[in-house]
Each structure stands twice: as structure tokens, then as C-alpha cells.
């Protein structure tokens, strides 16, 4: 498919090769209707599978990692071993508010730099590790009512600054496949973009994504075309400095994102809230160039 798109943007121009994938992801409002069903291209996920049609956390199996990143998913996906009896409230693989509020307090201790995203990833387990042994708890990395009531003690209850916090995120760690060649290699975790050229990160930005109903696929794909001023054939919203990566899905930036951060979700697309930044690296990006999302 992304073949045949591409020779009818050469042969019948950027209009014919619409009509094969409409085009939208303009901010997330209320109960809105999936995203146009449409395959990632290189290393895709296929249409039906698990994370086609929700948010694959770590763990859950996808055509679209490599087997290296696969293999660490595999990994960070398993909850540490509990001791007999105790029971996690929270652990690894998670999604909720009250790890939200979990991680804003693991913040305040100086133990979590990342912004707050709700998802009990590496970071947060690593975080709640360290915690546990300061604090002659067993270091599990899950959560117990222990640990819990231990973090609630030593901190206090989260603003909503705190909560969903506008500074920039801290850039996690790459993906394995982000390491060699020109990369926009994307973080759901961190919620960041980290743009890499042979390993070195050049520029970094927050970035949101879907939302649950409508999620952005995770998998190794590459840049298929580019459209500075681009509207949504779906939602009728501008997507400037559109890169489109998974046919209707693109990195774009998003004046909603820019308005209110991480209250709002997109319909599939990766949201850049920093324009002058995205500007810069739509100048720098070229087609054909990877693109990595993962957890």
C-alpha cells in the first residue's frame, strides 16, 4: 500500500493518493468515532490485532516490534515478583489516575523526573524501587499498601499543575531501533519526541498521542510524504508541519495540544505543542526517513 501511494503522488499528484487514505487527526472531543481504519506501513501492526485496536502496553504481543524490542517489552512488562500474602495496588503494565497521582508524589520526592502520564512504566517501577529501600520495604517495584501509605506520609496531595504538568518532559532512554540512521524516535512513556541522527539526539519536544478509543500505533515506520499546511480530510482541523508516518497517522503540530497539554488527545496522530521547534524539524526531516513509537 505505501508503494502504490507513493507512485500516485509522483504519476497523479498529492489529491489522487488522499483518496486511498483520508487524512485526520485534529483534537480529541467527547465520544468521537474512531480513526479511519488504515495498516502502519514498514513494520506495521496489522488491522484487527491487539494494538490496532487499543494502546498496546508492554507485554502484549506486536508484529510491528523488532525482536530486539520485543524481547525487552517482553521484559519490562512483567510485574516484580510479590512476596507471599502481599497483594500490588499498583504495578508495571498499569494505567490509572491513581498512578498519576503516584507519580506526581514520587516527583515531589525526587525520585520520578518524568511528567506524570498515568502508565505504570520502567521509570515509575525503577522509582518505586528506589523508594522501597530507603524505606526497609521490600524493594518489589509494585506498589502494596505499604509502600503506598508509606508515599502518601512523605508527601503531599498533587496540584493539578503537578497532576499534568505544561514543562517539558525528560527524554527517556531510545528505543533500541532509534540508534542508527535519521529517526524521529517517539516515547510514549516520556511523552516525548527525540529527533536522532546516528545515535545522537539532535532536538527533543513534548509530543501527546490518541486517546484509548483512537490510539497512535507503536511499531517501526517511515516518513511517507509531508505537507506544511495540511487540513484534516476526516475532522476538518489544520494539521501544520504534517509528517505523515502510518498513512492517516502523523506527527503534526497541534494548537489544541499548545492550549491545553494533556487534557485533550488526538485522534491517532503524535501532537507537537511547540511550533517553532516542529518547524525546525520539518525542515530537517526528509521523506523515507524512520520512524520508532514505542513504550
Not at 503516584?102 to 524501587?129: E, I, M
Not at 531510545?174 to 527525540?194: N, Y
Request: net charge positive.
Amino acid at each position: 500500500m505505501q508503494h502504490r501511494q507513493r507512485v500516485l503522488i509522483r504519476t497523479l499528484g498529492l489529491a489522487a493518493a488522499v483518496a486511498l487514505a483520508a487524512t485526520g487527526c485534529g483534537p480529541q472531543k467527547g465520544d468521537a468515532g474512531p480513526a479511519s481504519p488504515s495498516a502502519p506501513v514498514t513494520g506495521s501492526t496489522p488491522a484487527g490485532s491487539p494494538s490496532a485496536q487499543g494502546d498496546a502496553k508492554p507485554g502484549e504481543s506486536s508484529p510491528a516490534a523488532s525482536p530486539t524490542a520485543g524481547a525487552s517489552q517482553s521484559a519490562s512488562a512483567s510485574s516484580a515478583p510479590q512476596a507471599p500474602g502481599v497483594k500490588p495496588i499498583m504495578a508495571n503494565g498499569d494505567e490509572s489516575d491513581q498512578i498519576r497521582d503516584l507519580q506526581a508524589r514520587l516527583r515531589q520526592l525526587k525520585l520520578l523526573s518524568t511528567a506524570p502520564t498515568g502508565f505504570y512504566g520502567s521509570k515509575t517501577t525503577a522509582a518505586v524501587k528506589t523508594f522501597q529501600s530507603q524505606h526497609g520495604l521490600g524493594a518489589t517495584g509494585a506498589v502494596d499498601e505499604a509502600t503506598w501509605k508509606k508515599v502518601q506520609g512523605l508527601s503531599k496531595k498533587p496540584t493539578e499543575e503537578e497532576l499534568r504538568p505544561p514543562t517539558t518532559n525528560e527524554v527517556d532512554a531510545p528505543d533500541p531501533r532509534c540508534m542508527q540512521g535519521r529517526v524521529m524516535c517517539i516515547s510514549k512513556e516520556s511523552r516525548t519526541l527525540a529527533w536522532m541522527i546516528d545515535g545522537k539526539v539532535v532536538s527533543t519536544m513534548d509530543v501527546r498521542f490518541g486517546s484509548e478509543n483512537t490510539p497512535t500505533r507503536e511499531g517501526l515506520f517511515e516518513v511517507g510524504w509531508k505537507a506544511k499546511d495540511w487540513t484534516s480530510t476526516i475532522y476538518h482541523t489544520a494539521m501544520p508541519y504534517a509528517m505523515f508516518f502510518s498513512e492517516g497517522q502523523a506527527v503534526h503540530y497541534s494548537a489544541d495540544f499548545a492550549a491545553r497539554g494533556y487534557a485533550g488527545a488526538s485522534h491517532g496522530c503524535v501532537n507537537v505543542r511547540d511550533k517553532a521547534k516542529l518547524s525546525a524539524l520539518f525542515d530537517q526531516v526528509k521523506v523515507g526517513d524512520k520512524v520508532v513509537v514505542y513504550w
